[in-house]
C-alpha cells in the first residue's frame, strides 16, 4: 500500500482544511498577534525596499518638484534602449527555452528512475544554482572565451555571441527546473498512467493525456522563475556578455556607473520593475492554478530502475549532459586557476596577498574575510525577518487580502533584482536621517534583502504543515504554549532554519548585483573583486580572477557541507522543506 | 478465456509470483483471494501487461500475450483507489477510453450516459472527480473500466477502501451487474467475505503460489489446508493424531469424519461445532471475552493447559465474561470438524 502524502509541499498544497469557525473575539486577537509578527518585516521593507524604490521613481520622473512622464517616453525612445530591451526579452525567452529543453529529460530521470549514483547526481545538480553567478561567468569564460578550453583545442570561441550566457544561463537554472519539475513528477502516481493504459492509451498517449497535464502548472512555474531570473541576470551577462550585449540590469549598472546618468538609470528601474512585477503576477496566478487535487506519493515509491533501450539512452543523456554543462565549466575554471605562463603551480593564488596590484588598495585576498563578516551579518537578519513573515502568514485565521499582499511583497525584492536594491541604497540612503554610506552595515541589508525571499520559502511549507494536533497532543500532557513551543516547534522547524541559513549565506556570498553598487572600494567583496579583476587586461588578473573564483566556490561549497553536517537526520515529519526554488 | 501458464516474476530474490497457473472461462467470475504480499496483485500486473513475466505465459482468448503493450490487450483494470483522472470531470473520465479506441464524439456521449445509468449516477457526467465521494467515485471507476467494453475486467480490491456497510452493499450490486452483462470477471481481495459473494470460483495465494482453488462453498466447507482456515477465519484449530475416527487433541478426544487422514494432522473445529452442555462431561472452559455478530454471539474460551477456543452461541443463551462453562464438539457427521494436514514444525 501507497502513503499518500497530504503535508504540503513546495510544489502542490493538497487539500487545505477550512478553518474552523472562530468567535469574533478570537478572530480579533488572531488578527493582532499577526499584525504584531508582521510589524518588523514591514518596516524593514519600507524602510529598506520602498523607500529605496520611492527614490528611484523621483529620481527618475521629477525633476524640480515636477513630475516629468514625458521623460519615460524619451529613455524609451532612444534605439539604444529599445536595443536593451529586445536582447533582455529574447534572451530569457531562448534561455528559457534551451533549459527547459536540456533540464526536463534530467527531471524525468531523476524523478522516475533508480540508478546508483542518484542521490549524488542529484546533489550536483544543485550545486550550480547557490554558486556566485560570477564564479558562472569566469567558468564559462574559461571554457569557451579568448584563451580557453574550446579555443585551444579547436580554436572556437563562444564568448563574444550569445551562446555562452544561454548556456550559463542553462548552467544556473537546470536546478529550478528539476526541483520544480521533478519534484512534483516524482511524486505523481504512476498508475494514473496505467490506468490510462489499461483504457487503451499507448505509452505516448498516456504520457500525453495523464502526466503532461498533472505536470503542466509547475512546467509554467519553473519556466517564468527561469523567465525571471534570466530576465534580470546580471553577474553572467557583466562578464560573458562584452559590449554587445546587455540586459537591462547591465544597462542601469552603466547608465550608473560609467555614463552617471541617473535619471536614465531611474526610468529603466522602473520600467524593469514593472516588467518583474508583471512575471510575478502571472506566477502568483498558476501557483494558484496548480493547487489542484492531485493524490500525491511519497518520492521513493514511484522511481524504477531503467528499463530498455529507451531509458538507459536518456539516462545516459543527461549524465552526459550534466557532464558537459554543468562540470566541465567548473572543472575548466579549476584547471586554469593553477595554470600559470610558468608551469601548474600556485603563483596566481600568491598574487592574491600581495597589495601592489593597481586594481586595489588591499590585497585581494582580503576579500575573503570581508565576504564572510557580511554574509554572516546579512544571513541573521535575514532568518530573523523571513521568519517572523513566514510566521506571520501562517498563523491560523482567515488569509485577508492584506495577508496575501504581504506575501507578494516579500517575493519582490527576489524578481526585482539587485541591481535596482543596490541602486535605490545608493540614492537613497545616503542622507540623515537614514545616512548608512560610510556603515558597514550596508551591505549586509542589502544582501538580507535578497536572501528573506529565501527563508520565507524555506520556512513557509514546514510551518504549514505543523499539524495543530500535535501541539494540542503536547498541551495535553502538560506542556504550557512556551514548552510546546520548545518541545514540538523547535525540532521540526530546526532543519528548515539551518537550511534557510544555508540559502541566505549562499545568496549574500555570491550577492553581486547590489553589493557591486555600495560595497566600498577598500572592502570588496568575492564577487566583487572577482568582476574588477576580470575588467583588467594581463595575464595576471585573469588568472587572479581565476583563483579569486576557485576561492569563492570553495567557500561556499564548504559552508552549504558544513550545514548538510550540522543538520539533525530525524525523519521528515514535516514534509522536508526541499528546495526554496519551488514556489518562488 | 485467461489462461496463465505457470507465471512466474521475482522482485530481487523474492518470488511474488511462482509457477502460477489458472484459467478464467468466459463469463465467469474468479475472485482471488490472499493476505497483502501473496502475490494477487502482481498477478493482476502480468494479465495486464503491465507487469513483465520472467517465465510462463499469458494466454487471452488462446494467444500468448508475451510482448503485447498492456493498451494493446484489451483488458480493463480498477485500479484500488480508483486512479480517476483529477483534471477530468466524470464524463471526461468514462470517456477517456472511448476516445483512445477513437471512437466518435456522439458515440462517446451516448455511452457515457448509458453506464452512468448503469452505475446509478446519471446526471453527474459535468461533476468534478474531486468532489465525488467514495462510492461515487467507486461506480466512475466501474463505469470508466467497462466503458470501452474489455473482454476481461480485472478488479484490484474493489472496494478495500470503502466502509464496511457500503461495501456489503455495493459488492451484491456488482455481483448482480456482472452476471446481467456476462462480464469475465477476475478480481483480487484480501476480504474473504467480498470474494465469496463475488465468485464462481475463488482463488487463495499464498506468498505466490496458489494455496487452494475452488467454488466459494467448497474452499469454505474444505479448506485445503491451516493457513487457508486461518485466513478464512478460523482459528480453532489444534495439533492431532488421527487414529481411525478418533483425534487426540490437547482440548481431548474429538470425533472425526471417516476417511479422514491418519496419524499427524491439523484439526479445525467451526465455532458453530462447540456446544455449551449442561451435561458435565466435556471441557471445562472460562469464558473470556464476547463479540456481538448480528444475531449470534461469538464466546471467547479459555480451556485448562490448551489453546483458546471460539464458540458461536445464541443472543439469548451466551454466557457472560468469567463464567465457568463446560464444552462439547459436534458429532462428525454435522461436518463441523475438519482435518487438515499437519503443519510444519516451524
Not at chain 1, 148 to 175: C, E, K, M, P, S
Not at chain 1, 359 to 380: E, H, M
Not at chain 1, 498 to 515: R, W
Amino acid at each position: 500500500m501507497t502513503s499518500t502524502d497530504v503535508t504540503s509541499t513546495d510544489v502542490t498544497r493538497t487539500g487545505a482544511t477550512a478553518p474552523p469557525r472562530v468567535p469574533r473575539r478570537r478572530q480579533r486577537r488572531r488578527s493582532a498577534a499577526r499584525l504584531g509578527l508582521m510589524a518588523v518585516p514591514a518596516v524593514f521593507f519600507a524602510l529598506f525596499f520602498a523607500y529605496p524604490v520611492a527614490a528611484i521613481v523621483g529620481r527618475g520622473l521629477r525633476d524640480g518638484g515636477h513630475w516629468q512622464f514625458g521623460r519615460l517616453t524619451e529613455v524609451l525612445g532612444d534605439a539604444g534602449i529599445r536595443q536593451v530591451l529586445w536582447f533582455t526579452t529574447w534572451q530569457a525567452l531562448a534561455s528559457t527555452a534551451l533549459t527547459l529543453l536540456i533540464a526536463l529529460p534530467g527531471a524525468y530521470v531523476l524523478a522516475r528512475l533508480d540508478f546508483p549514483g542518484k542521490s549524488l547526481l542529484r546533489a550536483l545538480v544543485t550545486v550550480p544554482f547557490v554558486l556566485p553567478t560570477v564564479v558562472a561567468g569566469t567558468a564559462f569564460l574559461a571554457l569557451l572565451g579568448r584563451g580557453g578550453l574550446l579555443d585551444d583545442l579547436w580554436g572556437v570561441r563562444l564568448d563574444t555571441t550569445v551562446w555562452a550566457i544561454l548556456l550559463a544561463h542553462v548552467f544556473f537554472n537546470y536546478a529550478v527546473v528539476v526541483r520544480t519539475v521533478g519534484g512534483l513528477w516524482s511524486q505523481l502516481d504512476p498508475r494514473q498512467e496505467e490506468a490510462a493504459r489499461m483504457l487503451g492509451a499507448s505509452r505516448a498517449a498516456a504520457w500525453r493525456t495523464v502526466t503532461l497535464p498533472a505536470l503542466g502548472p509547475a512546467v509554467a512555474a519553473a519556466a517564468l522563475m527561469v523567465f525571471l531570473f534570466t530576465f534580470t541576470s546580471f553577474g553572467v551577462v557583466t562578464i560573458l556578455g562584452g559590449p554587445a550585449y546587455a540586459t537591462l540590469e547591465v544597462e542601469i549598472y552603466r547608465q550608473t556607473a560609467d555614463v552617471f546618468d541617473l535619471p536614465t538609470a531611474a526610468v529603466l528601474t522602473l520600467v524593469q520593475l514593472t516588467a518583474v512585477a508583471l512575471i510575478l503576477a502571472v506566477h502568483a496566478w498558476t501557483v494558484r492554478r496548480r493547487e489542484s487535487t492531485l493524490r500525491l506519493l511519497a518520492p521513493e515509491s514511484t522511481a524504477r530502475a531503467p528499463r530498455g533501450a529507451g531509458q538507459w539512452a536518456l539516462l545516459a543523456g543527461v549524465l552526459l549532459s550534466v557532464l558537459l554543462l554543468l562540470l566541465l565549466p567548473l572543472a575548466v575554471l579549476v584547471q586554469r586557476s593553477f595554470d600559470t605562463a610558468a608551469g601548474y603551480g600556485l603563483g596566481y593564488y600568491r598574487a592574491l596577498t600581495s597589495a601592489d596590484s593597481n586594481v586595489f588598495l588591499v590585497p585581494p585576498i582580503d576579500a575573503v574575510g570581508n565576504s564572510l563578516t557580511y554574509a554572516l551579518a546579512a544571513t541573521g537578519i535575514a532568518l530573523v525577518i523571513g521568519t517572523l513573515a513566514a510566521a506571520a502568514l501562517t498563523r491560523p485565521g482567515r488569509a485577508g487580502r492584506l495577508v496575501r499582499g504581504f506575501d507578494a511583497l516579500l517575493m519582490l525584492p527576489l524578481g526585482v533584482s539587485a541591481v535596482t536594491v543596490g541602486f535605490g541604497f545608493l540614492i537613497s540612503l545616503d542622507e540623515p536621517p537614514l545616512d548608512l554610506r560610510a556603515s558597514w552595515i550596508l551591505v549586509p541589508l542589502a544582501q538580507a534583502l535578497v536572501g528573506v525571499p529565501f527563508v520565507v520559502r524555506t520556512m513557509l511549507p514546514v510551518l504549514r504543515a505543523l499539524d495543530t494536533r500535535l501541539r494540542e497532543a503536547a498541551a495535553v500532557l502538560g506542556a504550557s504554549p512556551l514548552r510546546v513551543w520548545r518541545e514540538v516547534d523547535l525540532p521540526l522547524v530546526r532543519r528548515a532554519l539551518l537550511v534557510a541559513a544555508g540559502f541566505a549565506f549562499a545568496v549574500s556570498l555570491g550577492e553581486f548585483g547590489a553589493t557591486v553598487f555600495i560595497a566600498r572600494p577598500d572592502n570588496p567583496t568575492l564577487p566583487v573583486a572577482v568582476a574588477r579583476l576580470l575588467g583588467r587586461a594581463g595575464e595576471l588578473n585573469y588568472g587572479q580572477a581565476m583563483a579569486l573564483s576557485v576561492i569563492l566556490m570553495a567557500v561556499c561549497t564548504l559552508s552549504l557541507l558544513l550545514l548538510e553536517r550540522l543538520r539533525p537526520r530525524t525523519g521528515g515529519a514535516a514534509g522536508g522543506p526541499a528546495a526554496p526554488t519551488g514556489e518562488m | 478465456m485467461l489462461q496463465l501458464d505457470r507465471a512466474t516474476v521475482h522482485f530481487g530474490h523474492r518470488p511474488a509470483l511462482d509457477e502460477v497457473s489458472l484459467d478464467v472461462a468466459t463469463h465467469e467470475s474468479v475472485c482471488v483471494l490472499g493476505p497483502s504480499g501473496s502475490g494477487k496483485s502482481t498477478l493482476l500486473r502480468a494479465v495486464a501487461g503491465l507487469q513483465e513475466l520472467d517465465a510462463g505465459r499469458v494466454l487471452l482468448g488462446g494467444k500468448d500475450q508475451r510482448g503485447v503493450p498492456a493498451h494493446r490487450r484489451g483488458v480493463g483494470l480498477m485500479f484500488q483507489d480508483h486512479q480517476l483522472f483529477p483534471q477530468r470531470d466524470v464524463g471526461g473520465n468514462i470517456a477517456f477510453g472511448l476516445r483512445m479506441h477513437g471512437a466518435g464524439r456522439d458515440r462517446q456521449r451516448s455511452r457515457v450516459a448509458e453506464l452512468l445509468d448503469l452505475v446509478g449516477l446519471a446526471d453527474a457526467a459535468p461533476r468534478p472527480v474531486g468532489e465525488l465521494s467514495g462510492g461515487e467515485q467507486q461506480r466512475v471507476a466501474l463505469a470508466r473500466a467497462l466503458a470501452p467494453n474489455p473482454r476481461l475486467l480485472m478488479l484490484d480490491e474493489p472496494l478495500g477502501q470503502l466502509d464496511r456497510s457500503l461495501r456489503e452493499r455495493l459488492v451484491l450490486e456488482l455481483r448482480e451487474l456482472f452476471q446481467e452483462l456476462g462480464t469475465t470477471v477476475l478480481a483480487v481481495t484480501h476480504d474473504q467475505q467480498e470474494a465469496f459473494t463475488l465468485a464462481d470460483r475463488v482463488v487463495v495465494m499464498r506468498e505466490g503460489r496458489l494455496a487452494q482453488t475452488g467454488t466459494p462453498m467448497e474452499v469454505w466447507q474444505h479448506p485445503a489446508d491451516a493457513f487457508v482456515a486461518r485466513f478464512l477465519g478460523f482459528h480453532n484449530l489444534t495439533a492431532a493424531t488421527v487414529r481411525g475416527e478418533a483425534a487426540e487433541t490437547a482440548w481431548g478426544g474429538i470425533g472425526v469424519p471417516a476417511g479422514s487422514r491418519q496419524g499427524a494432522a491439523t484439526v479445525l473445529v467451526r465455532p458453530t461445532g462447540v456446544r455449551l452442555t449442561d451435561s458435565g462431561a466435556g471441557l471445562d472452559c472460562r469464558v473470556t471475552a464476547r463479540t456481538f455478530l448480528g444475531g449470534q454471539v461469538a464466546v471467547h474460551l479459555q480451556p485448562e493447559g490448551a489453546p483458546r477456543l471460539e464458540a458461536l452461541c445464541p443472543l439469548h443463551s451466551a454466557p457472560a465474561p468469567g463464567d465457568k462453562v463446560t464444552v462439547a464438539f459436534a458429532p462428525p457427521q454435522d461436518g463441523e470438524i475438519v482435518v487438515l494436514p499437519a503443519e510444519d514444525a516451524a
